[in-house]
């Protein structure tokens, strides 16, 4: 018997031949019984992690340093107890990326960015005054200021954390102090006020006002408060 010459037209028709054709009966995977293949879940650790941080900072926003539970930042992260600590050591690792990647955002959502490319900021810094007692205060200041209540208690913290804490404050004060020196190079801040200074004024002024939790603050504080505010924002202006 003559064997047929070889064809590739031939050959490739026979691979992209139907799974249900006479050759392949039989072979094709049944996706519907108990041995069908399933695709793996794909992991994305940096999402993980993100779950973590969010759930703890909201933690430890709520109970602070001591009183945060693991088991609750579990609950809330839907993140199990192996994953955790596949990210962090223990509890005290998961604190210390807390203040090093949370905190700095909240100071820069709620007091820092609003003031980007702003050639005015005192405005802008008396509406976040404002806003603390409206129904649009900032959703991360409920509870009160996550950093101030932080602090309050930092004399019953260890040195490391109270440094990453202070750490917090640097970047903060860094910040607004920028724009104030940047204010003044705009003819809308007084230039002879040192910027390091007034930033240095005005967050010991929010700092003392927010570790007041908002139940304990009524309009009557709340007003006096914005008042001094103003009046104090009002006096950096340029004279003329």
């Known amino acids: 018997m003559t064997k047929s010459p070889f064809s590739i037209s031939s050959a490739l028709s026979r691979i992209s031949r139907p799974d249900n054709s006479q050759d392949d009966a039989g072979t094709a995977l049944d996706l519907t019984s108990e041995t069908a293949l399933v695709p793996k ?6 999402e993980t992690r993100q779950k973590l941080l969010d759930a703890a900072f909201g933690e430890i926003r709520r109970a602070g340093f001591g009183g945060a539970s693991i088991n609750n930042i579990l609950d809330h992260s839907g993140v199990t107890k192996g994953a955790l600590y596949h990210h962090f050591s223990g509890k005290a690792k998961l604190v210390n990326a807390v203040i090093d990647e949370c905190l700095p955002g909240y100071v820069d959502t709620v007091w820092l960015n609003e ?4 050639e005015d900021i005192l405005p802008i810094l008396m509406e976040q005054v404002d806003r603390l007692s409206c129904d649009n205060a900032p959703e991360l200041l409920e509870g009160g200021c996550p950093l101030a209540r932080l602090a309050s208690g930092a004399g019953e913290l260890d040195e490391s954390l109270r440094k990453r804490i202070d750490g917090v404050y640097r970047y903060w004060r860094r910040g607004l102090a920028s724009h104030i020196g940047k204010a003044q190079f ?7 006020v040192e910027p390091s200074s007034v930033a240095e004024f005005l967050i010991a002024t929010l700092h003392g006002f927010l570790t007041r939790p908002p139940a304990l603050r009524n309009l009557e504080t709340q007003d006096a408060f914005a008042r001094e505010f103003a009046r104090y924002l009002n006096n950096l202006r340029p004279a003329g």
Request: hydrophobic share 25%.
């Open 186 to 192: 705009n003819k809308t801040v007084r230039t002879d």
């Open 41 to 46: 879940r794909v992991r994305n650790p940096d």
């Open 115 to 118: 003031l980007e490319n702003a």
